[in-house]
């Protein structure tokens, strides 16, 4: 009995002892609401998750309509004021671009943004919760006001975190901010060491590991409440990725505390690997620097006596494999063909996602790789690696095979592209000059596809495109392909990245149907960093 007492008395006082955290905060972004009540059935969910876990603030990064919808920001309103009947949350709003769509005057437009959703905050503004500063911005803010608010508040709470919350990610820290992160967020935020800084944009899943990112700041995403793509080195997104992720941040005098939930589930994912962020901020010592996660995480592993199986069928190669483990978040794949000497040359790469997102991961792997990447009657070897949220890979699996004969539908052919087409600056259709075998590649450009080629095949005809180059760059930010009508801008496919760095001579494969019978389409290159392409061979065939 008296054992059974002090066991009692020790669990009482550490219950009593447990630290409870001064603020908790809730982050969500790219809500992309429409017009209904039901498409805010996902921000409802959010909401009532806030709600149990108590939230003080609520925090929406940015693009919460779809576009400008009156109506839906109404609702929105209609549902917090439903979920928080009595205790009601601070809310702050970031006002970013999607908000605006349909009106010229993006302040007008985020005026009636405000009205309606009965909001507090302005353009530019913060609120102060038990001694800390929260602030917000518009998508496109003025750089002097954002560096002046923030040293403001840094100036008025010494040694405090700064809690700062844009639209964009800052340029080339969180996932997918190579491409959708911004280089004046960067810029300003190198400058302040104390800066917490939330974000949106880029869409992606809460599950991503690099979402949360440190350098000479902080920087972590928060991810979306609508669907994802992503860009893959050489490879179309499949599918729609619908994330259902939110963070919860709790504040304690000494750390913060990022936990993820899943609104679909009401549970936390990976309660083993909550963002723990001590404070004060110290960059020598901060845990979520690329440089320490690499070091310390192991790579990815496939499971013992693991094998890549394939199977060739009329739309490619199959490929078949295990899951791997210890954090995979993509798999590269490698084509190599068999030279006339005998060695094995690396002629694409086709990367693609593990099944990281999902809140049950598959168990196998299934994958194809197009027809068009393969020429009939050569000897191939596809490598399959497993590779972390830091690119450190693990041991790969490998496959040979022979491509069988097989007779395209060739509707267009050019075998010396940068003879033959135009490339083109698609803004202004100012040829682009080539220097020394490559074109010079700073802005988006198109290669343009003679419009003869469209004429003819109706509505919905299926075409498969493969196009040789290589591209030089001094950084790893990777072009952005993709083909599009550019009188309209519709475009037929998801993005595919471009190999990095010197890529040598490449091979990208895509189908993708005809949207109209009038179509005349382009391949368009976009936001990567400044460097060089060089063009081999180009071919269209129409497959159905």
């Known amino acids: 009995m008296k054992k059974l007492l002090q066991l009692f008395i020790l669990a009482a006082a550490s219950f009593i002892c447990a630290e409870e955290p001064l603020l908790r905060v809730g982050v969500i972004t790219d809500t992309h609401i429409g017009e209904t009540a039901e498409s805010c059935s996902h921000v409802r969910k959010a909401f009532q998750l806030f709600r149990t876990l108590q939230a003080d603030l609520i925090v929406n990064c940015g693009d919460i309509a779809d576009k400008h919808y009156p109506s839906g920001y109404r609702h929105y309103r209609q549902i917090f004021n439903e979920i928080f009947p009595d205790r009601k949350p601070k809310e702050l709003f970031v006002y970013a671009g999607h908000d605006a769509i349909g009106i010229k005057d993006k302040n007008h437009a985020y005026a009636i943004v405000r009205k309606e959703l009965g909001a507090t905050n302005d353009l530019y503004d913060r609120i102060v919760l038990k001694g800390y500063p929260f602030l917000v911005f518009m998508q ?27 639209h964009e990610p800052p340029l080339n820290t969180t996932y997918h901010s190579q491409v959708w992160g911004s280089a004046k967020v960067r ?52 599918g729609k990725r619908y994330s259902d992720g939110v963070l919860f941040m709790e504040i304690f005098p000494k750390k913060l505390v990022i936990r993820r939930y899943e609104y679909t589930t009401g549970k936390e994912y990976g309660t083993d ?20 996660r690499y070091a310390d995480v192991p790579a990815p592993a496939f499971p013992a006596g693991a094998e890549l199986r ?9 490929l078949k494999f295990p899951e791997a483990a210890d954090g995979v978040a993509e798999y590269r794949i490698d084509v190599l063909q068999k ?49 972390s949220f830091w690119k450190k890979g693990g041991k790969p699996l490998e496959t040979n095979f022979t491509m069988p004969p097989y007779k395209p539908q060739i509707i267009f052919q050019s075998l010396a592209p940068m003879k033959e087409m135009a490339f083109q600056n698609a803004r202004t259709g100012e040829a682009v000059k080539a220097e020394n075998g490559f074109y010079r590649l700073k802005y988006a450009a198109n290669l343009q596809i003679p419009e003869k080629v469209w004429e003819g095949p109706a509505q919905k005809s299926r ?42 001579m490449m091979r990208y494969s895509l189908e993708f149907p005809k949207h109209s019978a009038d179509a005349r389409y382009v391949i368009q290159f976009r936001n990567g960093a400044p460097g060089k392409v060089k063009f081999g061979k180009l071919r269209i065939e129409k497959t159905r």
């Open 140 to 166: 496109s803010f003025d750089t002097a006001r954002y560096e002046a608010d923030i040293v403001r508040a840094e100036q008025e709470f010494p040694g405090k975190p700064v809690f700062v919350f844009n």
């Open 187 to 238: 810029q300003v935020l190198e400058k302040h060491p104390r800066v917490i800084q939330f974000s949106g944009h880029a869409h992606s899943s809460i599950r991503d590991e690099r979402n949360i990112w440190q350098g000479k700041f902080t920087s972590i995403s928060a991810g979306c409440l609508q669907r994802w793509a992503g860009v893959l080195t050489g490879s179309p997104t499949f």
């Open 273 to 292: 690997k909550r963002w723990i962020i001590p404070l004060p901020f110290d960059e020598k010592t901060a845990p979520f620097t690329p440089e320490r």
């Open 310 to 318: 394939h199977n060739i069928n009329t739309l490619g190669v199959n």
């Open 339 to 387: 030279a006339d000497d005998g060695t094995w040359q690396k002629t694409a790469r086709c990367d693609r996602y593990s099944g990281f997102y999902l809140h049950t991961p598959p168990e196998e792997q299934q994958i194809t790789l197009d027809r068009g990447y393969f020429e009939p009657g050569q000897s191939y070897r596809v490598r399959v690696t497993p590779m």
């Open 463 to 504: 075409f498969r495109l493969t196009v040789d180059f290589q591209m030089e760059q001094t950084t790893d930010r990777p072009w952005i392909i993709m083909v599009l009508d550019p009188r309209n801008n519709a475009c037929v496919s998801t993005r595919i990245g471009t190999v990095p760095g010197n890529s040598g």
